[in-house]
């Protein structure tokens, strides 16, 4: 059974991605650190529901000492297989009022996140010849958003990462992908006030995309026919760019 992390594993689309590998037949570690209790929820939801099997792991991706001990810990079990690098935080403002708080809290987890987890991971899987990583980008990334200058940053940043990572790993029978969903429905476009009725003016499919259907995409990256799509950002946003 291949084995499947998935950081920020308690989020809305982070939990749909692990039901998602689970149900292809990975044995999923779902990672949380702010809310793990989030985490272990989705964890066993999944042993639960029987549909696949799951556990839960905590560690703050932004202490690369205690990722690389928490990662140390889980190859004890086996290399992981597939990474999908969903964890991810916002905290808005114009740059010209940004504190360096805002802008290393968001580059810290969505980029330096991204070095420390992967990092360890990469040898044990290029062992095996086959594996499959996932970064989650962002609409941001390719658009801009005002007020998201280091949410944008972050995320163009992985785009750049996973095609010169896939570079690396293409030989060995590693891909590297990174996707990039629009309006997503979840409680944080909620609280951005984002109504249907706004959303249907912004976006030409006229509604917000579901977890799922992102969940959707990046199974099939992580799975065997998509052993020749690498170096690519995919985007999932209803047609909005």
């Known amino acids: 059974m291949r084995r499947a992390l998935v950081t920020g594993g308690g989020s809305p689309i982070g939990a749909a991605i692990a039901r998602a590998l689970a149900a292809d037949g990975a044995h999923v570690l779902v990672h949380g650190h702010a809310n793990p209790a989030r985490a272990e929820a989705v964890a066993a939801e999944i042993r639960a529901g029987g549909h696949g099997s799951a556990e839960a792991v905590t560690f703050d991706l932004t202490d690369a000492a205690a990722t690389a001990a928490a990662v140390e810990r889980l190859l004890e079990d086996g290399p992981i297989q597939i990474l999908v690098h969903n964890a991810g935080t916002h905290d808005d403002a114009p740059m010209a009022g940004m504190s360096q708080a805002q802008w290393h809290g968001v580059i810290g987890v969505s980029l330096d996140g991204f070095f420390h987890v992967a990092r360890p991971l ?24 005002r007020g998201q200058v280091n949410y944008a940053a972050a995320k163009a940043g992985l785009i750049g990462a996973v ?79």
């Open 122 to 145: 990469l040898l044990p899987m290029i062992g095996t010849r086959w594996g499959r990583i996932v970064a989650m980008s962002s609409l941001s990334a390719i658009m801009g958003n």
């Open 163 to 241: 095609r010169a990572l896939s570079l690396e790993c293409a030989p060995r029978g590693v891909t590297v992908n990174a996707v990039a969903p629009g309006i997503i429905e979840s409680p944080a476009v909620e609280a951005a006030g984002l109504t249907r009725e706004r959303i249907a003016k912004m976006v030409p499919a006229r509604r917000a995309g579901r977890p799922e259907e992102v969940a959707d995409l990046v199974a099939f990256l992580c799975s065997d026919r998509a052993g020749y799509i690498t170096g690519q950002c995919i985007s999932i946003n209803g047609g909005l760019a």
